[in-house]
């Protein structure tokens, strides 16, 4: 006992020495004074800043105070804990996905003001903590949600250097390194689709809905490049674009961004997988080529949102040669299926005769948001389309070969560095690993269809999934007796939106749920987090019949 007190007593003294040193040395000895300060200050928060640091302000880091190594060690290191608690309990099953408030009650637990006068950097750590307390862990095993795909660690890690970097993706002058990854892994991309020797040109966009408007951009432009300086009067006719009703909604976008009109997205009907019809979309082809309007562009969905349905790409893309027009293959969520041997066929068979695919590496494959790609099969396309020679950024008289400056091949000039935290995912996975993780998840949703079908009483399937999104209908106690049919589905759909509510009260589950067409509210269950185990499905099914079996 006495020299346990004696080891107390030396420690305090060191704290207090350390206490009395500039506080510059503590670059050197931080980890011990963390060691130290932390048996007596971590007491009062799990966050706390040693004393000489917690009262001091941004003007007291780098690159404001020169000297200001220390502090910012300090500080950084203690944001870096809130995140390491976040992760551990995102990945910990007994923590709640979410302590759920109503918009006016979560005000009252935030202090979200922004003052004359800047806090201390206590403050700013006890902020990053609370932001995430009242987060949604969408990493969370049983956070089946939405198009959310896990928190891939190998990706975060990549994120954290992304941001540490803060680099514009505009030139080669600015993010070589970057700009070089990002033409391997964009290229390995192509090869994958199917492109010759991954022939063709690529960007990373910010979001799937932004790779849509680029297809949509190359394909007005291939085939009426006068369109770029002369508009809408160099062109003898109404232009018309061709998508199925089960599309995203971004592709309609398109029409009324860039001034088609969205009665001009013709929607082809789909049928019961939620496929679109080929011999429908002939049809509408000729329609209005037979009014005088000039048809030039087919959207193909590969996993539309809602379903997972694949279009089929073969007999669309033999429509489009037909009548020359451009296919674009929306493959934002189901692209990573084309990793797996297993899996690719027949989804995915065909679409190496799309002119474009957006394929977005945030979805199935797991890369932190976001992480958007698109592809085209003819090089040079981009740079026409797009190009405007901003001399004070894009000048050709540079030290190096300025073929490798993407700024003037995008609408955005600013682009975000996506593709270092893909690029070091990728790097640890290998093809194979996205291979073995595109098979387990599709291992998932087909056990847990099998356990849907082995409970008829408690859930009614909607349909056999082609993909990860598993559609049905949980029935209550009180309707287990009621012949399966319309009249159980519209009942079962008006109880969906108050059992999610429960889901969101009780935290310990999310599940979506959405009409379709003429079908009632029904869940879409999405797997596709590498985080679910057969253990998770089977509790996501149990908690739904725990918290909805009286309603």
């Given at each position: ?311 089929p790409i073969e007999d669309i893309a033999a429509i489009c040669q037909k009548h ?128 849907i079908k082995e409970q008829p009483d408690k859930f009614e399937l909607m349909l ?88």
């Open positions: 006992m006495d020299a346990l007190k004696r080891a107390k007593e030396e420690a305090v003294n060191k704290a207090k020495e350390l206490a009395s040193v500039n506080i510059n040395s503590l670059w050197t000895s931080g980890s011990k004074m963390m060691s130290l300060f932390g048996q007596q200050s971590i007491m009062a928060s799990p966050h706390q800043l040693p004393k000489e640091v917690a009262n001091l302000h941004y003007e007291d880091l780098l690159p404001h105070n020169q000297n200001g190594q220390a502090v910012t060690k300090e500080f950084l290191q203690k944001v870096i804990d809130v995140l390491m608690d976040f992760v551990k309990d995102t990945n910990d099953r007994n923590c709640k996905i979410l302590e759920f408030h109503h918009p006016e009650d979560m005000k009252k637990l935030l202090d979200l003001d922004i003052h004359d006068k800047g806090v201390n950097l206590q403050q700013l750590v006890e902020d990053c903590h609370t932001t995430l307390k009242y987060q949604v862990k969408t990493g969370h095993p049983r956070f089946f949600n939405q198009l959310s795909c896990g928190l891939d660690l190998v990706s975060m890690a990549g994120e954290w250097l992304t941001a540490t970097a803060n680099t514009n993706m505009f030139t080669y002058e600015i993010a070589p390194v970057f700009i070089l990854m990002e033409n391997v892994v964009m290229r390995h991309m192509r090869e994958i689709i199917g492109w010759e020797n991954g022939a063709g040109d690529s960007i990373l966009a910010p979001g799937g809905s932004i790779s849509n408007l680029y297809a949509f951009l190359a394909a007005r432009h291939r085939m009426f490049p006068q369109y770029k300086e002369k508009g809408l009067s160099s062109i003898k006719g109404q232009l018309v674009m061709y998508t199925s009703d089960q599309c995203h909604y971004s592709i309609k976008s398109c029409a009324s961004v860039c001034g088609l009109g969205t009665d001009n997205c013709v929607e082809v009907p789909s049928d019961a997988a939620g496929r679109m019809i080929p011999s429908e979309l002939e049809r509408l082809i000729l329609e209005r080529k037979s009014r005088g309007d000039v048809p030039f562009f087919v959207n193909c969905t590969a996993g539309t949102t809602v379903l997972g349905a694949f279009d020359k027009l451009w296919m674009h293959v929306d493959a934002a969520w189901g692209g990573g299926i084309m990793l797996s041997k297993k899996h690719r066929h027949p989804r995915l068979t065909g679409i190496e005769k799309a002119d474009s695919v957006t394929w977005n590496p945030h979805k199935l494959m797991g890369t932190l948001l976001q992480c958007s790609t698109i592809h085209f099969k003819e090089d040079g396309l981009l740079i026409s389309c797009n190009q405007m020679s901003a001399e004070y950024l894009f000048m050709q008289d540079k030290l190096y070969d300025t073929s490798y400056d993407t700024g003037d091949k995008v609408i955005q000039c600013g682009r975000h560095n996506d593709i270092f935290k893909l690029w070091l995912q990728w790097r640890a996975k290998g093809d194979e690993g996205f291979e073995k993780h595109m098979d387990t998840l599709m291992d998932m949703a087909a056990y847990m269809v099998r356990r056999e999934p082609e993909m990860v999104n598993v559609s049905f209908w949980y029935v209550p106690t009180r309707l287990r007796s009621m012949p399966a049919g319309p009249e159980r589905e519209k009942l079962c759909g008006e109880i969906a939106p108050v059992l999610k509510s429960r889901m969101m009260q009780s935290g310990t589950l999310m599940v979506g749920y959405q009409p379709l067409d003429h079908r009632p509210n029904f869940f879409r269950n999405i797997i596709s987090s590498a985080a679910v185990t057969y253990a998770d499905v089977d509790f996501l099914l149990n908690e739904m019949d725990r918290l909805g079996h009286d309603l």
